[in-house]
């Protein structure tokens, strides 16, 4: 149990399909983020959520839309997606800025 | 901004055997360091971590790691590896002030051979 709780473990879609990503943390952290991971890549860090305002958004495309409700939980909202956006997405929260990430175990997503 | 260069991005090793998975960075300011490790199908676990004090951490199953400022260094180590250890290991790093940001590296597999 690492604190943090992504869903669903995978999902596949169409590239015409809306669908959305979850993540929940347990642990009372005040920051929240989006990791893409694709093999032979490093992590690559999509959205970062401080006290539940974005501070960080790094040239994602639009066809990612994050939404932070609270600081508990984290969502992305996936459309008309690429089969090239097919990867690990990794939740993590961490209490402060200059303190370790905690991440959840990942939604592995295939675009068809 | 800061950049994390794992060069070994496979290291094969006998079980018992020592391994030394290294991990160079680069930034304009200062540093923390961490190093995760995942295994399949699982998010990232932090291993270990270095903030400030001691240059020399250590986790709780045998791994450390030494922060070398001079040579912009954080490479780990474990003086015999088990078959469990085998995984993804990543290293990352965050300045000390500016953004959130937590910087990885591309990941070395460690291989346990038995």
């Known amino acids: 149990e690492t604190g943090v709780t992504q869903t669903p473990r995978h999902l596949v879609m169409g590239m015409t399909n809306k669908k959305s990503l979850k993540c929940e943390q347990h642990l009372g952290h005040n920051a929240m983020y989006w990791y893409k991971q694709s093999a032979k890549k490093p992590l690559e860090l999509m959205f970062v959520y401080n006290f539940k305002e974005q501070t960080e958004n790094n040239s994602v495309p639009s066809r990612f839309s994050p939404e932070c409700p609270n600081s508990s939980h984290l969502f992305l909202h996936l459309h008309t997606l690429q089969p090239e956006d097919s990867a690990l997405y990794l939740c993590?929260?961490?209490?402060?800025?200059?303190?370790?990430?905690?991440f959840g175990q990942g939604t592995r997503l295939t675009v068809v | 901004a800061q950049s994390v260069t794992q060069l070994d991005s496979q290291v094969p090793v006998f079980e018992e055997a020592p391994v030394e998975l290294r991990c160079n960075y680069s930034?304009?300011?200062?540093?923390?360091l961490f190093w995760y490790v995942q295994y399949p199908n699982q998010g990232l676990q932090l291993l270990l971590k270095?903030?400030?004090?001691?240059?020399l951490v250590e986790s709780i199953n045998g791994f450390e790691a030494e922060f070398n400022k001079s040579q912009t260094s954080f490479h780990l180590r474990k003086p015999s590896v088990h078959i469990s250890d085998t995984a993804e290991y990543f290293c990352?790093?965050?300045?000390?002030?500016?953004?959130?940001?937590?910087?990885f590296g591309t990941g070395t597999r460690l291989t346990v051979i038995p």
């Open positions: 930034s304009s300011v200062s540093v923390y």
């Open positions: 993590a929260s961490s209490q402060a800025a200059n303190t370790e990430a905690f």
């Open positions: 990352a790093v965050r300045g000390l002030t500016g953004a959130n940001n937590l910087f």
């Open positions: 270095y903030l400030s004090g001691s240059t």
